[in-house]
């Protein structure tokens, strides 16, 4: 059977249209097949993202962007990716659209390191990108980069400063100034005086140094007196240590003992110490012997002759004896009245 040469042209003419059309759509990020894995990233910017751009990590591309969507309002975009090679993706991975020096724009994810990852159908973090001229100038000179960032908070702390230097506030710093001024010149004639103090042939602290020094000296001068004291008093401790303290403490324990012994036999009517000093009757006798004792006194005061007669002639004494004391005695402490 021969074909003809018009049935190999429409044959090859089919096959063209039907790969075209499969180009074009590969082109375009639409999948093949239908187990392809898909995420979602919502930005405010895709910076000139479209369909097909390779979604990247760490520099390999692992899928394409299918679909950019901002329905009517366009301030949100959500970005439909399809992967072509299966990606564990950290759930706290973000998703940032990069653009290169050349102007080509891909979705960059930057993993995280999280222990739980992201299935089909979520929805993956996003971070604003830098701008392509931040980009390159990274890639320049980084040097530069971070110089431009340091300029920028330089510049944002020099406006917050100015902010601040308020008319009230230049006061105050004027008399923060003022002030540091006094501090210095107290300072300088502190100074001048701690020199004085310090100085080595008529300052205070010179003069106690020297008196110190003179302490010591004698402290030196004296050491074998210090020595023999110190000799003394070990030998005291030694005599003291010595010492049966036990024994010595027993025996004034026992003494103490026989003295409240005999400190309560006094006390008592017991012994003849205790009658003597407990006993009314032994006062009373002496009492009425006292008394009795002056009468004779007073009567051999008054009438000697009664009692004594040395003369020949004499008489003999015959007059009633003394029942009453005197009156120099009748008040005596040893009368009962």
């Known amino acids: 059977m021969t074909i003809s040469n018009e049935t190999k042209v429409g044959a090859l003419t ?15 990020g639409k999948s093949f097949k239908s187990n392809k894995v898909k995420y979602y990233a919502v930005f405010d910017n895709i910076q000139g993202l479209a369909n097909s751009n390779p979604v990247m990590i760490n520099g390999k591309q692992v899928g394409t962007v299918f679909n950019t969507d901002g329905g009517m309002d366009m301030r949100k975009i959500k970005v439909t990716m399809n992967m072509s090679i299966p990606v564990n ?22 993993l995280g390191n999280a222990t739980k990852y992201y299935t ?53 710093i004027k008399g923060t100034l003022e002030n540091l001024n006094k501090t210095t010149a107290n300072l300088t004639v502190s100074s001048a005086y701690l020199q004085t103090l310090l100085n080595t042939q008529s300052g205070a602290l010179a003069k106690t140094l020297n008196n110190v020094s003179s302490f010591t000296g004698a402290l030196a001068s004296n050491n074998d007196k210090m020595n023999d004291i110190m000799t003394n008093v070990e030998k005291t401790t030694a005599n003291f240590s010595k010492l ?51 009468l004779l006194l007073d009567d051999v005061r008054l009438h000697p002759k009664r009692y004594i007669n040395i003369s020949v002639f004499g008489k003999k004494d015959k007059e009633t004896p003394l029942m009453v004391p005197l009156p120099d005695t009748v008040n005596a402490p040893y009368l009962n009245k």
């Open 244 to 294: 049966d303290v036990e024994k010595t403490l027993a025996s004034l324990n026992g003494t103490i003992n026989e003295l409240k012994n005999t400190v309560g036999k006094i006390n008592s009517d017991n012994g003849t110490l205790g009658l003597l000093l407990n006993d009314k009757k032994l006062y009373t006798n002496l009492n009425a012997t006292s008394n009795k004792l002056n």
């Open 14 to 28: 089919s096959i063209a249209i039907v790969l075209l059309i499969l180009g074009f759509n590969f082109l375009k």
């Open 89 to 110: 993706i950290p759930d706290n991975s973000v998703a940032v659209v990069t653009t290169s020096l050349l102007g080509t724009t891909s979705l960059e994810i930057k």
């Open 120 to 172: 089909n159908g979520d929805t993956i973090a996003t971070e604003a990108s830098s701008g392509m001229f931040d980009v390159a100038l990274q890639k320049v000179d980084p040097v530069l980069a971070q110089v431009k960032i340091a300029v920028k908070s330089l510049d944002s702390l020099l406006g917050s400063v100015n902010s601040l230097f308020d008319p009230n506030t230049k006061n105050n």
